[in-house]
C-alpha cells in the first residue's frame, strides 16, 4: 500500500514554461514534506520542503503547495529550464524525531528546449 | 551544505562475494543514518535506520543477518551485503540528517552493485 503516491510518471514541458509535479499521500500523520531531484546514477538531492502547518513555501523558481484536506502537494517550477530535466520524488515522513522518509516512484520531467 | 558521501560508487563482483558499502557524513555529524534501495523505475525503499552505537532498526522483509550495518561513529556507517547473489544487485543510498531538529536528509551518490 502506497502512502505517497505520484501518479505521473512523466511529464514534458517546453523550456520557459511552467512544470507542475503532483504527489498524492494516503498517511494523515505526515507532518513534513519534501521534494528531492535525482539525476541517473547519483543520490537525490534536496530540493525544498514544507511543513504541515503551511500551504506554501517558495524558493527562487521552485515552489511547493500543500493542500492538507486534500491530501495533495504539487511542486512549481517556473520558468522551466533544460537543467530542471531529472526525476523529481515527493517525499513525507511523521512527526517524532528523525524519521524515515517515505518516497513516491518518481516523476521523470523532461523540458525540452 | 551538508554533504555525504558514499564508497564505492560501483561494484561488480561474483555471486558469495560480501560487498561492504560505506557512508560518510563530512561536514556533520549523523546520529542517524538511513539505507535505502532503489529498483529500476522504482522508489527508494527504507531497508534500515542505522543508529549510532546501537543496533540498527530494519523494515519488514529486509533480513538483518543479510544486510549488515554497522554504526561505529557519528560520521560513518556501513553496509555489508553477505554472500551476496543476483537477486542484491540494485542501486543502495545512504542518507543522514544534518542535527537533531527535523531537517532534509542529504543524500550520497549510490552504490551500483552488480552481482554475477
Known sequence: DQQVKQNSPSLSVQEGRISILNCDYTNSMFDYFLWYKKYPAEGPTFLISISSIKDKNEDGRFTVFLNKSAKHLSLHIVPSQPGDSAVYFCAASEPSGNTPLVFGKGTRLSVIA | GAVVSQHPSRVICKSGTSVKIECRSLDFQATTMFWYRQFPKQSLMLMATSNEG?????????????????????TLSTLT??????????????????????????????????IL
Do not use: M
Not at chain 2, 91 to 96: E, K, Q, V
Not at chain 2, 99 to 107: A, E, M, S, T
Open chain 2, 81 to 114: 551485503v553477505t554472500s551476496a547473489h543476483p537477486e542484491d544487485s540494485s542501486f543502495y543510498i545512504c542518507s543522514a540528517i544534518p542535527g537533531q531538529v527535523r531537517q532534509p536528509q542529504h543524500f550520497g551518490d549510490g552504490t551500483r552493485l552488480s
Open chain 2, 54 to 74: 546501537s543496533k540498527a532498526t530494519y523494515e519488514q522483509g529486509v533480513e538483518k543477518d543479510k544486510f549488515l550495518i554497522n554504526h561505529a561513529s557519528l
